[in-house]
């Protein structure tokens, strides 16, 4: 039999080579990956259903190498599905018996055209070369854009010290992606403050020094992505003696300029910050007419699923993100070619995934490779992979400005038209903030920040969809001890 292979370095494509090594160990599997380095999963602990804490590691790819799973240092440059192979950049051609993408995705690029000059000042985090790429950026810098409103913008900002920060973002409020503005207001006394005194948690891991002579890289040409915590061990400081965040609310860019004299008069003439004496490396231009000096500019765009690759010759159903669309048994549109994580778009029947939706995670990358490689062994085997399902409620446990945040169901929301729902809020400030969803007195969402004791209960609540119209708009007072009616 042809060999299972697997294209991809990151959590998703380890994850699903390793289950496949241990659960068909009488078959072969291959896992490709572009980079010396992948990402596994360390410390795996699972409350509740699905709520599920781990580290990201990096590992050398050379130590996945088992009897039956094999490894490949190589690009993998076509597919050709009609004849069940692919190409590998050193022109070999692989056969497969069942292939899985798991390629992950590119960080989302500033859409302007910008000239070289001003492209040395980007920077995208992406993996480990682009993360000490823009640490080394930063200590020469005193003052930085960051552009973006989810996770890697809020994780940069909270990260980063002695420098003068300008956060842009297009919303009211920062960290829109996963906060609403509650959450948002509650972390705004922590903007201004240095990271580590707010560090609730000290990250141990293993850390690999990429080889020099794969280590340099096009945009194009990524490695896997880093863990949510990839600023840890890195010194990510500034040159000047304080932090200072400033935001600019409901602006976007357009125009960055590489010099001074390039900005024109009659723009340059109303800003008050912009001197001859101490030039920037590149200005920026936003839509409200407000021109920015900066060092350098961070960008925290999201990103798009990198599949560029297979697409020539293939007919492969696309999702509007330009995602792999895979059905609910993680199959794309081809025979016997698969695809999970960032790589892909699960377009799945609503009914089997009521608070569920996709959101390119650490935690999604782990759930579908796992889901990936359980439905392989299922249709090699002839058998029905419903069993491992599980993407029902959405789940992801991470941390922002020091405080453990948890993100369960339709957090914000998501899917519910505005009036079909109603909100519950408590905070205390500076320690916690607790929401919940409500429709019909059933708990569809909840966002925890600051509180792990009731992780697992809100998940069962919005498994069981309990009805908690006893509780009325006492559900989060402290006087209501939710855990206690459960046990």
Not at 271 to 287: C, G, H, M, R, T
Not at 335 to 350: L, N, Q, R
Not at 393 to 418: A, E, I, P, W, Y
Request: hydrophobic share 40%; with cysteine; net charge negative.
């Amino acid at each position: 039999m042809k060999p299972i292979i697997i294209v991809g370095g990151g959590i998703a494509g380890v994850t699903c080579a390793k289950i496949l090594h241990l659960d068909c160990q009488n078959l072969d599997v291959i896992l490709i990956s572009a980079s010396p380095l992948v990402k596994t999963i360390a410390n795996l602990k699972t409350f509740g259903r699905s709520i599920d804490v781990f580290d990201v590691a990096e590992q050398n790819l050379d130590d996945l190498q088992q009897s039956n799973l094999k490894v490949r240092l190589n690009k993998v440059i076509a597919l050709d599905s009609e004849q069940h192979r692919i190409q590998l950049d050193d022109g070999e051609w692989l056969p497969y018996s069942k292939l899985c993408l798991c390629t992950g995705a590119k960080p989302q690029r500033i859409p302007l055209e910008c000239f070289q000059s001003i492209e040395k000042y980007i920077r995208y985090i992406r993996d480990t070369m682009t993360a000490n790429d823009f640490h080394k950026m930063l200590q020469k810098s005193k003052k930085i854009v960051v552009t973006g409103n989810g996770g890697i913008a809020l994780e940069a900002v909270y990260a980063i010290d002695n420098v003068e920060v300008v956060w842009l973002i297009k919303s009211d409020s920062f960290g829109s992606v996963w906060l609403d503005a509650g959450a948002s207001k509650f972390f705004s006394d922590f903007l201004h403050k240095n990271s580590q005194s707010n560090s609730k948690t000290v990250s141990k891991r293993a850390r690999y020094e990429q080889d020099p002579k794969h280590s340099k890289q096009s945009y194009d040409e990524m490695g896997v992505a880093l863990g949510p915590d990839w600023y840890r061990g890195l010194e990510l400081k500034g040159k000047t003696q304080e932090k200072k965040v400033s935001l600019e609310k409901n602006v976007e860019i357009v125009m960055i300029y590489s010099k001074l004299e390039s900005i024109p008069i009659s723009k340059r003439s109303s800003q008050a910050d912009l001197s001859e004496k101490d030039p920037w490396n590149v200005y920026i231009e936003l839509n409200n007419g407000k021109i920015i000096g900066c060092d350098m500019i961070l960008v925290g765009y999201g990103v798009v699923p990198n599949n560029q690759v297979f697409l020539p010759g293939n007919d492969f159903k696309l999702a509007s993100d330009q995602g792999i669309i895979v059905d609910h048994e993680m199959r794309t549109s081809l025979v016997d070619v698969y695809a999970a994580g960032d790589v892909c778009s699960a377009v799945w029947d609503p009914n089997k995934t009521p608070y569920w939706f996709q959101m390119r995670t650490w935690t999604q990358a782990r759930q579908m490779g796992y889901y990936a490689a359980k439905c392989i062994q299922s249709h090699l085997q002839s058998t029905d992979p419903e069993i491992y399902f599980n993407f029902e409620v959405f789940t992801h446990v991470t941390n922002f400005f020091g405080f453990r945040s948890t993100f369960l169901g339709l957090f914000n929301g998501q899917k519910l038209l505005d009036d079909q729902y109603k909100i519950l809020c408590s905070v205390t400030p500076g320690k916690e903030y607790r929401k919940v969803i409500l429709k019909d007195d059933r708990m569809k969402g909840a966002i925890l920040i600051g509180n792990e004791n009731l992780e697992e209960t809100f998940e069962f609540l919005i498994y069981n969809q309990t009805d908690l119209s006893r509780f009325g708009d006492l559900l989060l007072e402290d006087i209501v001890d939710i855990e206690d009616f459960f046990d």
